[in-house]
Structure formats: structure tokens, C-alpha cells
């Protein structure tokens, strides 16, 4: 069973388009991380999000954590083709020690 | 060095062979993670320490595979008598480790893409 689950899994969309990337989850979580993974490179970090309710922007991307902890999104306005890449949530369970669980992660593919 | 770093960065093995995959993680960094990952996927856990001191090492397969971190600072992922299923690419990262949200941020190396024959 996916402690995490990601949707949509794979997703391709022109230049300009608007979209969300969800992340939920039964369990809850004492934070929740975002990741961007580029081809032959290593998931690199976006944002954490810690409390409930929260919402952090970074330029476009607009990221939100659920009230209760459980679940988190990511919305992206106005795709570029750079966004492009595999979009990966990681969670810490509450009273974890520090392991990080991840979903399978959400493909996009924005075009020109 | 200023980030995470993974040697080799490709391995390719004949099955039965053993091999050691070493990982160099952020002055610093208290934790240190491996993951195997594949393409198109999320990582998928195989241990933890904090320091030298495994706390979790659930996600190894089977026992051909361990890992150390002797001084709390490099660690070597060794998988003994390697099989073809054990094809993959292999990513350490660190973090933090400290109280709070960012003790769980987790910086990646570029990770080992190991092929057994």
C-alpha cells in the first residue's frame, strides 16, 4: 500500500495552461516536502510545509498543505517548458524519527 | 564539499560480485539517507542514520544488503553477491537533522546507476 498517493501520475500540457498536482495520504503528517527531479539529476527540494492550512508561494507555483495534515497540492500558473521535470511529495510521519516517505510522483511535460 | 556526493557514478558489475557504493553527504549533516530509485519513480527508502547509529533500515531488501557510516559522516551501501534484479540507481542524500520542519529536508547527490551483467 502507497502511503503517499500522487495524481494525476503522468501529466502533459501546452505552454501557458494552468495546472495541480495532488498529494494525499491517511496519515498524518508533521510536515511535507515538495521536490523537483529533472532527468539524470537528483530530486531537488522546492518548499516544506509544517502547519495546517498553509500556503507558500514560489514565483508560479503555489503550494498548500491540507488542514488536517493528510494531504498537500501544488498548483502551477502559467506552465514554461523548464517546469517540466517529475514532481515528487515527501512526508514525515508525526513522532517519525526524520525518515521521509515518498509518492511515486507526478510527470510533467510542458510544450511549447 | 558544498553538496552531496556519490562515487561511483556508474558501476557495472558481473552477478555474484560484490560492490560498495560510497556516499560523501554535507559537512554537517547529522542525517543520512539511501534510496534506490527507478526511472520515473519516487525513491524508494532503504536506510537511515543519524550520526553513526542506523535507526531504520527496513527498506533493505534482503540481508546482501547493508551499510555503515562508521564516523557519522561517509557511508558505503554494499550489496554482496549481486543479481541482475539489483540493477538500479542508487541516491544518498542528508539533511539536517536538528529539531523542526528543516531537519527533514533532504539533499540529493547525483546518485550510482548500477548494471549487473
Known amino acids: 500500500t502507497q502511503l503517499l498517493e500522487q495524481s494525476p501520475q503522468f501529466l502533459s500540457i501546452q505552454e501557458g495552461e494552468n495546472l495541480t498536482v495532488y498529494c494525499n495520504s491517511s496519515s498524518v503528517f508533521s510536515s511535507l516536502q515538495w521536490y523537483r527531479q529533472e532527468p539524470g539529476e537528483g530530486p531537488v527540494l522546492l518548499v516544506t510545509v509544517v502547519t495546517g492550512g498553509e500556503v507558500k508561494k514560489l514565483k508560479r507555483l503555489t503550494f498548500q498543505f491540507g488542514d488536517a495534515r493528510k494531504d498537500s497540492s501544488l498548483h502551477i500558473t502559467a506552465a514554461q517548458p523548464g517546469d517540466t521535470g517529475l514532481y515528487l511529495c515527501a512526508g514525515a510521519l508525526r513522532g517519525s524519527q526524520g525518515n521521509l516517505i515518498f509518492g511515486k510522483g507526478t510527470k510533467l511535460s510542458v510544450k511549447p | 564539499g558544498a553538496g552531496v556526493s556519490q562515487s561511483p557514478r556508474y558501476k557495472v558489475t558481473k552477478r555474484g560480485q560484490d560492490v560498495a557504493l560510497r556516499c560523501d553527504p554535507i559537512s554537517g549533516h547529522v542525517s543520512l539517507y539511501w534510496y534506490r530509485q527507478a526511472l520515473g519513480q519516487g525513491p524508494e527508502f532503504l536506510t537511515y542514520?543519524?550520526?553513526?547509529?542506523?535507526?531504520?533500515k527496513s527498506g533493505l531488501p534482503n540481508d546482501r544488503f547493508s551499510a555503515e557510516r562508521p564516523e557519522g559522516s561517509i557511508s558505503t551501501l554494499t550489496i554482496q553477491r549481486t543479481e541482475q534484479r539489483d540493477s538500479a540507481m542508487y541516491r544518498c542524500?542528508?539533511?539536517?537533522?536538528?529539531?523542526?520542519?528543516?531537519?527533514?529536508?533532504?539533499?540529493f547527490g547525483p546518485g550510482t546507476r548500477l548494471t549487473v551483467t
Open positions: 542514520f543519524n550520526y553513526e547509529a542506523q535507526q531504520d
Open positions: 542524500a542528508s539533511s539536517l537533522g536538528t529539531s523542526g520542519a528543516r531537519a527533514y529536508e533532504q539533499y
